[in-house]
């Protein structure tokens, strides 16, 4: 407990605050540039209980993606034709807003596409390829493309085996997560935005005239409160429908003339993988223990390992050697529908959390419209 604050820490850091974030994930940093932008004069401050950002937005796998073929047709099957296409617009548009605010060369954002893969002659294959001209004529005015999808004459030229079916989007991208971040973080200090690492916020309060954030180290009292803490909100904000999703991911060593470049889906997106240069990064596979994976506790385990090196060794890379250079869980947060909340809980309190899979494309957009939120 360190609650010795003297009279000068507490003037020239904690007092005074206009507009306070929890959390310095990519919705977070931008709320709190958007603030800032709008309100050069007040005070603004970012509140993050890791060391560094230690969410979702640096543990990604950095696709800058919109939706592959079966994620379309399964958002047109729940929410009809213009909430899918809706949801597209906005993903696409918070892409074109991150990529302009970071800037390509800042994140390593490469445009080598994006691939949904399936088997020959299977069911899947055979229903999302009969998608493609649908797909190809309804997203042409959203990405500016007359044929986002096409189908690949022959996957063997990134190494699959010759049962692979691969669907192409062109306008799919992959970047850095941790540049991204990084990059933002640069921005914030840059507009005299002030960052708390290591502090965790346990409550909050709207006290009518003033905010309190309760901390183990501090309390802090804020005119105005945004709260980004995405998969972690509900030790916040318990009653939410927003639950944690863990999500485990794995990179391989440098495998020279590896052939695979691009961002990959499989089995409705359980599945996700990418080259980070001559290296494999793959993640997923949480639906085989659903109820162990909700949790917004970071950690791997072993049966989702082993599925992950199995598919790498069935699927993606059949016949080599592969050896694993580093693991790592991130924490999403999701709900009963995919969109994110972003919303007033009371005059002084918001809330831009649950991104789900999407927090790349969406993220620029969920925290600028969470600033939004305030007078
Ligand atoms: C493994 C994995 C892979 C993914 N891959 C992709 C992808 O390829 N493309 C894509 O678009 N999306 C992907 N996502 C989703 C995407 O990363 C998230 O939607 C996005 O990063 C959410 O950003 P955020 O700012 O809302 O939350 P976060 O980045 O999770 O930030 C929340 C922050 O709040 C802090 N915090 C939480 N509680 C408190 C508290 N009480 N006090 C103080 N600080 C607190 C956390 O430490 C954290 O830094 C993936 C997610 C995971 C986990």
């Not at 995405?230 to 590896?258: C, E, H, S, W, Y």
């Not at 005059?347 to 007078?375: K, P, Q």
């Amino acid at each position: 407990m360190y609650k010795n604050v003297s009279y000068w820490e507490q003037n020239a850091f904690i007092d005074n605050i206009d507009f306070a974030v929890i959390g310095s994930g990519i919705v977070g940093l931008n709320a709190a540039l958007t603030r800032k932008e709008q309100y050069p004069n007040e005070k603004v401050v970012i509140i993050e209980r890791g060391p560094l950002p230690s969410g979702a937005s640096t543990k990604n796998a950095g696709f800058a993606c919109f939706g592959s073929i079966s994620e379309l047709v399964s958002d047109m099957e729940q929410n009809g034709e213009q909430a899918m296409l809706d949801l597209v617009k906005k993903r696409w548009e918070g892409l074109q807003r991150l990529r302009e605010k970071v800037g390509d060369q800042n994140m390593d954002y490469q445009e080598y596409g994006g691939y949904e893969l399936y088997y020959e002659e299977s069911e899947e294959y055979e229903k999302y390829k009969s998608y493609i001209p649908y797909f190809n004529q309804c997203l042409a005015a959203i990405i500016g493309e007359e044929k986002v999808f096409t189908e690949v004459a022959d996957a063997t030229q990134f190494g699959f085996n010759k049962n692979i079916r691969l669907i192409k989007n062109i306008a799919e991208g992959q970047l850095h997560p941790g540049k991204m971040i990084r990059a933002l973080l640069e921005k914030v200090n840059a507009a005299g935005i002030q960052l708390f690492t290591g502090v965790t916020i346990d409550q909050v309060e709207d006290l009518g005239n003033s905010v309190l954030l309760k901390s183990e180290l501090f309390d802090f009292s804020a005119q105005q409160l945004l709260i980004a803490t995405n998969g972690f909100t509900n030790r916040l904000m318990p009653n939410l429908d927003l639950q944690p999703a863990r999500n485990q991911v794995l990179i391989t060593k440098p495998i020279p003339g590896l052939r695979l470049k691009g961002c990959f889906h499989f089995d409705e997106g359980y599945y996700y993988f990418r080259n980070v240069g001559e290296r494999i990064l793959l993640g997923g596979a949480r639906n085989i223990s659903p109820l162990e994976e909700t949790t917004d506790i970071f950690g791997t385990t072993a049966i989702i390992q082993e599925t992950l090196m199995n598919f790498m060794a069935s699927t993606i890379l059949p016949k080599s050697t592969i050896e694993i250079d580093h693991t790592w869980s991130g924490i999403m947060g999701v709900g009963a529908t995919k969109s994110p909340i972003i919303k007033k809980i009371s005059n002084r309190i918001g809330l831009s959390v649950r991104l789900g899979g999407m927090g790349v494309a969406i993220g620029t957009i969920v925290g600028e419209e969470g600033a939004n939120l305030f007078d």
